[in-house]
Nanobody, 115 residues
Framework: QVQLVESGGGSVQPGGSLRLSCAAS????????MGWYRQARGKERELVAR???????DLADSVKGRFTISRDNDKNTVYLQMNSLKPEDTAVYYC?????????WGQGTLVTVSS
């Protein structure tokens, strides 16, 4: 079993920045994929960014140039640096991990971008 604990959400004005963190714990040998999804009110959950073990990061077109995803394999932690935030980035952000073909989700952290 794997647990994902997120932190770093909150409220920010347009143009501001936030950094999300997600730490994985439990029965982990290697996390194949680790990343972030988001779900805005009334919309489906969508991929924001993800990292594949040993591979390049993958970001949604809507966040390219503004968001950066990074990963610390020693700490089993993934980070999402969000800059130049827009109101349309408002959503609940969920950490996601794929471990031995099993998918795990965090509890979600709310990001609100509003003036």
């Amino acid at each position: 079993q794997v647990q994902l604990v997120e932190s770093g959400g909150g409220s920010v004005q347009p143009g501001g920045s936030l950094r999300l963190s997600c730490a994985a714990s439990g029965s982990i040998f290697r996390i194949n994929v680790m990343g972030w999804y988001r779900q805005a009110r009334g919309k489906e959950r969508e991929l924001v960014a993800r990292t594949i073990y040993g591979g390049s990061p993958d970001l949604a077109d809507s966040v390219k140039g503004r968001f950066t995803i990074s990963r610390d394999n020693d700490k089993n932690t993934v980070y999402l640096q969000m800059n130049s935030l827009k109101p349309e980035d408002t959503a609940v952000y969920y950490c996601n991990a794929l471990v031995r073909n099993m998918e795990y989700w965090g509890q979600g952290t709310l990001v609100t971008v509003s003036s």
